[in-house]
């Protein structure tokens, strides 16, 4: 199990200038580009999309960026905010709108650290579960059979498919053997992976 910042937003004022903190859950560093690309094409008036992230289960995979900030102002505090709560798989970029006033190497690190920092305490974090992700294909008997059994275990079903035959996803706790507990009742399952699920 980990934790992750929830996905939300802040923003903080300091001397007219604003930083807007966002929080996303990543499934890896892979990620990180496409979501800081958007916010740059989306966001034309910010001056600075930095940005710090942690993206595996041990916190051993992170990055930060300080997008033409002062080096090490912006996206080490950032990442440093996410890593002093434990988070992981978890990005932060803060978008700087500049005020007119600057405010120094110090003051830059204060308003990056503290607007990721906000948002974690605002935002909250979230548990999340590693579950193996499976394709499931039966006939409409076999589904109702399994569906029941299944109900009594931690185990999801989701994307249902009704055909000539059933089509599902199971996802199930990753040392749960999904194999013994289904095959024996008429369905067929395929691996697809790993993935993290989070508490609602």
Same mark, same amino acid.
């Given at each position: 199990?980990?934790?992750?910042?929830?996905?939300?937003?802040?923003?903080?004022?300091?001397?007219?200038?604003?930083?807007?903190?966002?929080?996303?859950?990543?499934?890896?560093?892979?990620?990180?580009?496409?979501?800081?690309?958007?916010?740059?094409?989306?966001?034309?008036?910010?001056?600075?999309?930095?940005? #710090?992230?942690?993206?595996? /289960? =041990?916190?051993?995979?992170?990055?930060?960026?300080? @997008? +033409? *900030?002062?080096?090490?102002? $912006?996206?080490?505090?950032?990442?440093?905010?996410?890593?002093?709560?434990?988070?992981?798989?978890?990005?932060?970029?803060?978008?700087?709108?500049?005020?007119?006033?600057?405010?120094?190497?110090?003051?830059?690190?204060?308003?990056?650290?503290?607007?990721?920092?906000?948002?974690?305490?605002?935002? #909250?974090?979230?548990?999340? /579960? =590693?579950?193996?992700?499976?394709?499931?294909?039966? @006939? +409409? *008997?076999?589904?109702?059979? $399994?569906?029941?059994?299944?109900?009594?275990?931690?185990?999801?079903?989701?994307?249902?498919?009704?055909?000539?035959?059933?089509?599902?996803?199971?996802?199930?706790?990753?040392?749960?053997?999904?194999?013994?507990?289904?095959?024996?009742?008429?369905?067929?399952?395929?691996?697809?992976?790993?993935?993290?699920?989070?508490?609602?």
């Amino acid at each position: 199990m980990i934790v992750c910042v929830k996905p939300s937003q802040y923003e903080l004022v300091v001397k007219r200038s604003r930083f807007i903190a966002t929080s996303y859950h990543i499934d890896s560093r892979d990620e990180v580009k496409g979501i800081i690309d958007a916010l740059r094409r989306d966001n034309v008036g910010a001056r600075h999309v930095c940005y #710090g992230y942690i993206s595996d /289960e =041990k916190g051993d995979d992170f990055g930060y960026d300080d @997008d +033409g *900030e002062p080096s090490g102002t $912006a996206g080490k505090p950032i990442y440093s905010a996410v890593a002093a709560v434990g988070a992981r798989k978890t990005l932060i970029a803060v978008e700087r709108y500049f005020g007119g006033i600057k405010l120094g190497a110090g003051g830059l690190t204060r308003a990056y650290r503290q607007s990721a920092a906000e948002l974690i305490e605002r935002a #909250g974090l979230v548990k999340a /579960e =590693k579950y193996a992700e499976y394709e499931a294909e039966c @006939d +409409g *008997e076999a589904y109702k059979r $399994a569906a029941a059994v299944l109900r009594n275990t931690a185990c999801r079903i989701g994307q249902i498919r009704y055909a000539s035959s059933v089509t599902c996803k199971i996802f199930a706790p990753a040392a749960f053997d999904i194999a013994a507990a289904v095959e024996p009742l008429g369905v067929k399952i395929t691996a697809l992976g790993e993935k993290y699920i989070f508490e609602e």
